[in-house]
């Protein structure tokens, strides 16, 4: 079946642009979560949406960046004035919720110039 | 806050070899404890979970884990280690915190197979 999707695969932008990223989960799935790796190094938690419930957003580095996810389905993270410092990889994972395993995308590799 | 520590950056093993990728965690309440794999260009895939019951669980491509609670350890086994194991391996807990239980990632230890 359908994973979780991704859109752009690739996006390069300039300093100080915004950009949309964006989330298609699995269909059913309650949780949906952002995460961003660099160079291959370890996963940062950015935010983590469970349901109707608040999103956890404490993992978000700055007021640049926001997420929401509509109708419990397809999410969007924004980055506002982009830095070089957001160039990442920025993964989305979906899960049944509670301890069910967490399904990422092949993820958005985001460069900043 | 929940932790998890993955205290080698790289792990070397000949082929054939048993491997061990070690991984550590703090959580206030029962841990929830995950590992996940990410071949070269290729996204995560889940490997094996601890909730409850048995230490020892077994998982995907004949890997398993061992809970050691006393010692708040979870480290990932494999008996015979192939090159094709070659890979980035993540260990993560989810516990509560903050009013949230999510899941955090170590910072990953990369697995070399060598012939």
């Known amino acids: 079946g359908a994973g979780v999707s991704q859109s752009p695969s690739n996006k390069v932008t300039e300093k100080g642009k915004d950009v949309e990223l964006r989330c298609d989960p699995i269909?059913?799935?309650?949780?949906l979560y952002w995460y961003r790796q660099s160079l291959g190094q370890g996963l940062e938690f950015l935010i983590y949406f469970q349901g109707n419930s608040a999103p956890d957003k404490s993992g978000l580095p700055s007021d640049r960046f926001s997420a929401e996810r509509t109708g419990g389905s397809v999410s969007t993270l924004t980055i506002q004035r982009t830095q070089q410092e957001d160039s990442a990889v920025y993964l989305c994972a979906s899960s049944l919720g509670g301890y069910s395993p967490l399904h990422f995308g092949n993820g958005t590799r985001l460069t900043v110039t | 806050a929940q932790s998890v520590a993955q205290p080698e950056d790289q792990v070397n093993v000949a082929e054939g070899n048993p491997l061990t990728v070690k991984c550590t965690y703090s959580?206030?309440?029962?841990?929830?404890l995950f590992w996940y794999v990410q071949y070269p260009n290729r996204g995560l895939q889940f490997l094996l979970k601890y909730i409850t019951g048995d230490n020892l669980v077994k998982g995907s491509y004949g890997f398993e884990a061992e809970f050691n609670k006393s010692q708040t350890s979870f480290h990932l086994k494999k008996p015979s280690a192939l090159v094709s194991d070659s890979a980035l391996y993540f260990c993560?807990?989810?516990?509560?915190?903050?009013?949230?239980?999510?899941?955090?990632f170590g910072a990953g230890t990369r697995l070399a197979v060598h012939p």
């Open positions: 269909s059913g799935h309650t949780a």
């Open positions: 959580v206030s309440g029962n841990p929830y």
């Open positions: 993560a807990v989810r516990g509560f915190s903050g009013g949230y239980n999510k899941l955090i």
